[in-house]
């Protein structure tokens, strides 16, 4: 079982950046991507990011290419999300999960979550 803990949400105001941290409690070899997604309200949960956790191999969804990075700290199994150049269509619930596939873009590829972080960006 790994459990996940999202950290670093906040309130910015547009164009500002904010970081999210995901925190594993565990390594497993079962595990080789850590996703971020994202929930606004009214609307379906939506796929951000994702990392391959065993070589850096990055992956992203059209709309934050060139303002996200992902990247993971492989000694202390944290996987980051800078994000920068934030919109105010970019506030939502960010969630990380962790899955065994990567890429994956479908929420259904990735078996642990987190508790989610709110990020609210102001116009």
């Known amino acids: 079982q790994v459990q996940l803990v999202e950290s670093g949400g906040g309130w910015v105001q547009t164009g500002g950046s904010l970081r999210l941290s995901c925190a594993a409690s565990?390594?497993?070899?079962?595990?080789?991507?850590v996703g971020w997604f994202r929930q606004a309200p009214g609307k379906e949960r939506e796929f951000v990011a994702a990392i391959n956790v065993w070589n850096s191999r990055t992956y992203y969804t059209d709309s934050v290419k060139g303002r996200f990075s992902v990247s993971r700290d492989n000694a202390k199994i944290t996987v980051f999300l800078q994000m920068n150049s934030l919109k105010p269509e970019d506030t939502a619930v960010y969630f990380c999960a962790a899955g065994s596939e990567f890429p994956r873009t479908g929420s259904q590829n990735y078996a642990y979550w987190g508790q989610g972080t709110q990020v609210t960006v102001s116009s």
């Open positions: 565990a390594r497993t070899g079962t595990v080789y991507a």
